[in-house]
C-alpha cells in the first residue's frame, strides 16, 4: 500500500513538472514572437535643420552627429529597428550630457538636452517591454521627436542671439571709436585755440 502511494505520488509530481514544462516552453515561444512588420513613428515630423553656425559648434560635440541622424531615423520604422535607434539614443544623449562644449553650455540648453535623455530613456523601455503598447510608443515616439525638435530650435536660437550680440558689441565699438575721434578733434581744435591767444 506504500509503494502504491508513493509511486502515485512519484508519478504525480512527474507528471506535474511536464505539463508546467510544457506550458513554460508555448509562453516562451508566444513571447519571443517580435512584431517586425508594423511601422511606428509615421506621423513624425520633419527635425529643424541647423544653422551653420551651429552645425559647425556641435561638430566638436563627439557624437551630436550621430544622435542627430538617430533622431531623424525615428521616423517610420519596426520595432526591432526602433529597439536598437532607442538603445543608441539613451547612450548617445548619456554621452551628449556629460560633455558639452562651453560654446554651447547654456541653461537653455541643458535643460532641453536633459528633456531629451529623459525621453530617449522612456522610449527604450517602451521599445523593449515584452507586450509593446502601440499607442505608448507612438506617445514616446512623439514626446522624443519634439523634444529633439526643442534641443534643435534652442541651438539654432542660442547661435542667433550670439551673432546677434556679436553685432551689436561690433557696432558699439565702432560707435565709440567714432565718438573718441570727434572728442579727439574737438580737443584738438580746443588746444589749438588756446595755443593761438
Do not use: H
Request: hydrophobic share 35%; with cysteine.
Amino acid at each position: 500500500m506504500k509503494r502504491l502511494i508513493c509511486f502515485t505520488l512519484f508519478f504525480g509530481g512527474v507528471l506535474s513538472v511536464l505539463i508546467s514544462c510544457e506550458e513554460t516552453s508555448e509562453t516562451a515561444t508566444n513571447v519571443q514572437k517580435v512584431d517586425d512588420v508594423t511601422r511606428y513613428g509615421s506621423m513624425l515630423s520633419i527635425l529643424p535643420t541647423l544653422s551653420e553656425a551651429a552645425k559647425s559648434q556641435a561638430i566638436s560635440w563627439s557624437v551630436f552627429e550621430d544622435f542627430e541622424a538617430n533622431t531623424q531615423r525615428l521616423k517610420n520604422q519596426t520595432l526591432p529597428t526602433l529597439q536598437d535607434i532607442s538603445e543608441q539614443l539613451t547612450l548617445q544623449t548619456d554621452s551628449l550630457l556629460t560633455k558639452i562644449p562651453d560654446t554651447i553650455n547654456t541653461r537653455y540648453i541643458y535643460a532641453r538636452l536633459m528633456l531629451v535623455n529623459t525621453r530617449a530613456k522612456v522610449l527604450e523601455q517602451l521599445a523593449k517591454e515584452n507586450n509593446v503598447d502601440s499607442l505608448q510608443l507612438e506617445m514616446g515616439l512623439e514626446e522624443m521627436n519634439i523634444a529633439a525638435q526643442n534641443l534643435f530650435i534652442e541651438m539654432n536660437r542660442t547661435f542667433k542671439k550670439s551673432k546677434i550680440d556679436d553685432e551689436l558689441k561690433e557696432t558699439e565699438q565702432k560707435e565709440i571709436e567714432k565718438q573718441r575721434k570727434f572728442l579727439d578733434s574737438v580737443y584738438k581744435v580746443e588746444l589749438q585755440d588756446n595755443k593761438g591767444n
